[in-house]
């Protein structure tokens, strides 16, 4: 767990919008550009995808981003690679301190075999996302949504190799940045699950700014 405060002004980000909890947001960064995803409320998890804006066969790879730093949690410092081993982005400053990218994303299908088969009709990331894909790019389909970021999540390996689902380590205002080492497009589903502590029960809304290269 590294934590790092920005030096960055809200002020003078180039971009700044609120998504709604349970809501998508997809964009292209530029190379160079920061972006950076607040926790408002904390205990928020955010998941994210990450594509090479010109080739997006290329995209975010949680397995070699493990194995190249050698540690399954995502904080400052972490750089995030991708299927072609290229670095995407690089972590520059984070308040939250741990983030997973072995937990995955909730779907119908999830949500019905984790919790109740009645679940399976409430909004899920995986909704979200071919939702982000259907509506605002031209090349991403179902077959793109591979393993994600889930920033803010708390999903601890036990000594024996377990995964668990626990309550957040994030809180109100805690943030996460990172700088773009390439032309990329995020794809966020601020995820809408009501039925475990991820989001300590109660979805709520997240902010993304970006400042340009500097
Ligand atoms: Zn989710």
Avoid at 11 to 38: E, T
Wanted: proline fraction near 4%; charge should be negative; hydrophobic fraction near 35%.
């Amino acid at each position: 767990m590294t934590l790092k405060e920005s030096t960055l002004d809200a002020s003078r980000a180039a971009f700044d919008q609120v998504v709604d909890s349970g809501a998508g947001f997809s964009k292209r960064i530029a190379r160079g550009q920061v972006l950076r995803i607040v926790d408002l409320e904390g205990y928020q998890a955010v998941d994210t995808l990450f594509y090479d804006a010109h080739e997006p066969s290329e995209r975010y790879s949680a397995v070699d981003t493990i194995r190249e730093q050698g540690n399954v949690y995502l904080t400052t410092g972490t750089r995030l690679f991708s299927t072609e081993g290229n670095v995407l982005l690089t972590i520059v400053a984070d308040t939250c301190g741990r983030h997973d990218t072995l937990g995955g994303a909730c779907a119908a299908e999830s949500n019905q075999v984790r919790y109740a088969l009645e679940k399976k009709y409430m909004h899920a990331c995986r909704d979200t996302f071919l939702l982000q894909c259907a509506c605002h790019t031209r090349d991403l389909t179902k077959k793109d949504i591979t393993a994600n970021v889930n920033f803010f999540m708390n999903v601890p390996v036990t000594p024996e190799g377990k995964l668990t689902f626990e309550d957040g380590v994030s809180g109100p205002g805690r943030y996460v940045e990172m700088r773009a080492e390439r032309d990329v497009r995020v794809l966020i589903s601020n995820c809408p699950q009501l039925n475990n502590p991820c989001n300590g029960y109660n979805p709520t809304p997240v902010r993304v700014l970006i400042w340009d290269a500097h």
